[in-house]
């Protein structure tokens, strides 16, 4: 059964360094989302992409993070200039539709910020 | 604007019992409801969706839910517990031409033998 994969499965990283969540969502899908869960808290909206280009974004996700979908297979979150407040667990997620669609998650990066 | 609200965040049941899990949702317009479980050191995976068919939807595991307009609800339920459905349970909303979910604040369930 096709599904979403994540790398790395654990980061951790130093404030103020760029990461990259890297994720690879199921090859017919067109839509993409990125979601982050704060220990404790609950999963939180970050991103959507389709077409190329975000299509909605969260107050969250504002200029320190970037996304991008380089290759046609790979679908990349960026944190430019990381804070101890990023870290979380981050989910990517991908559809075939939009709208009702099932979202398909991957397992997650962990991402620590010393 | 939407929002979820998952009442209890643990909830502890005996093997073989009912699991009832609350969810009541929030929407100005009718939502597609999903529920969520996430297995330890696992990602989401959707269990059920409600999206404007059945108001009683069925999903894997024997689990299912039922869309309540009226309250507001959208609760999952399984007749049995088994020691295997323990985890942690999201219910989540979307809206008509968005894709982005919203998720209540999870709810763990315990299996107990």
């Known amino acids: 059964e096709p599904e979403v994969t994540q790398t790395p499965s654990h980061q951790v990283t130093q404030m103020g360094q760029e990461v990259i969540l890297r994720c690879v969502p199921i090859?017919?899908?067109?839509?993409f989302y990125w979601y982050r869960q704060i220990l404790g808290q609950k999963v939180e909206f970050l991103v959507s992409?389709?077409?190329?280009?975000?299509?909605?974004k969260s107050e969250i996700f504002d200029d320190q993070f970037s996304v991008e979908r380089p290759d046609g297979s790979n679908f990349t979150l960026k944190i430019r200039s990381t804070k101890l407040e990023d870290s979380a667990m981050y989910f990517c997620?991908?559809?075939?539709?939009?709208?009702?669609?099932?979202?398909?998650f991957g397992p997650g990066t962990r991402l620590l910020v010393l | 604007a939407q929002s979820v609200t998952q009442l209890g965040s643990h909830v502890s049941v005996s093997e073989g019992a009912l699991v009832l899990l609350r969810c009541n949702y929030s929407s100005s317009v009718p939502p597609y409801l999903f529920w969520y479980v996430q297995y330890p050191n696992q990602g989401l995976q959707l269990l059920l969706k409600y999206t404007s068919a059945a108001t009683l939807v069925k999903g894997i595991n024997g689990f299912e839910a039922e869309f309540k307009k009226s309250e507001t609800s959208f609760h999952l339920t399984k007749p049995s517990a088994h020691m295997s459905d323990a985890a942690e349970y999201f219910c989540?909303?979307?809206?008509?031409?968005?894709?982005?979910?919203?998720f209540g604040q999870g709810t763990t369930l315990q299996v107990k033998p």
């Open positions: 090859s017919n899908h067109l839509y």
């Open positions: 989540a909303v979307s809206l008509v031409n968005t894709g982005k979910l919203i």
């Open positions: 992409f389709y077409n190329n280009e975000i299509s909605e």
């Open positions: 997620a991908s559809s075939g539709d939009g709208d009702g669609e099932t979202q398909y």
